[in-house]
């Protein structure tokens, strides 16, 4: 069974893209709700325990089979909530990396509501999960693993379903820079237009040639699926081979998270 682990390094991306958002968003608003209050690591033991934590959990749960997927991305969830590695945005770090790590190994969660996810990460930090509405999840199994750790694997099995065809939000400031490292060239908006180019040589002279253009009137703004199909086909790539970086899909996690992490940031 193929498992993906979520690096260190994926989860310091995570930290630090939240803690992107919500400054420019305590800036922008001039709203002390959106500051934080410390970025980066407070104790790196505590920060790779808590990565570390799905090797261990791999190595002595192979017994629970197909489910293990399930509990590798639940204990770095539950690790990084109670090692409390940050000077802040522990909770809000915890949950992108576990939207992270289901969506790398293949799925995401259904129509579930968010302020559940809010409660689920509320009660983990609360140490509330046994005796919560939470509690229901709680199954035994013939190998030691924490009670906690039981609900929260057993939760998201439940909640989830497979990632199927969905593509992932992104912005136009995005696609103009994984365009450019792709050798194409975005420009605008003008009259409400960006136009996408590739670059050509023609007698040994470059120029530009536009494959693809569509509305967009601020830069800022999400692009539709159907755009993001229409251009990954106009350039020859598939939209997984154009989306394909861990940055913008932590960027698209968050956008479309973004009030469950706003939530959790005044908890």
């Known amino acids: 069974m193929n498992i993906v682990i979520i690096s260190p390094y994926d989860v310091l991306a995570a930290h630090f893209l939240i803690a992107d958002y919500f400054l420019s968003k305590a800036f922008s608003t001039n709203a002390t709700s959106y500051y934080v209050g410390g ?7 505590m920060f ?4 570390d934590r799905q090797i261990n959990i791999i190595n002595y749960a192979s017994s629970l089979g197909k489910t293990l997927k399930f509990f590798v991305s639940a204990t770095l969830f539950w ?36 302020k559940t996810l809010e409660k689920l990460a509320l009660r983990t930090a609360e140490n509330t999960l046994i005796k ?14 924490h009670r ?12 989830v379903i497979p990632l199927g065809r969905k593509i992932p939000s992104i912005r136009c400031e995005t696609l103009k820079r994984l365009l450019a490292e792709k050798g194409y060239v975005m420009k605008g908006p003008e009259n409400g237009k960006v136009s996408i180019y590739k670059k050509e040589r023609f007698l040994f002279r470059p120029y530009l040639k536009r494959v693809y253009q569509f509305k967009c009137i ?25 989306l394909s970086e861990d940055i913008l899909l932590l960027e698209s996690l968050i956008g479309d998270y973004k009030m469950l992490l706003e939530r959790l940031a005044n908890k």
């Not at 800022?220 to 939209?239: N, P, W």
């Open 39 to 45: 970025v980066g690591i407070k104790d790196i033991n």
């Open 218 to 242: 601020d830069m800022h703004r999400e692009i539709s699926k159907r755009v993001i199909k229409e251009i990954s086909k106009a350039i020859g790539l598939s939209v997984n081979a154009l």
């Open 132 to 145: 919560s509405e939470f509690s229901k999840y709680y199954k035994k199994y013939n190998i030691t693993i």
């Open 48 to 51: 790779l325990s808590s990565t």
């Open 79 to 114: 690790g990084l909530i109670k090692n409390h590695p940050f000077h802040d945005a522990n909770k809000r770090t915890a949950t992108l990396s576990l939207l992270l790590s289901l969506w790398k190994n293949g799925y995401r969660f259904k129509e579930v509501n968010q």
């Open 148 to 159: 906690e750790l039981i609900i929260i694997g057993n939760f998201i099995k439940k909640n």
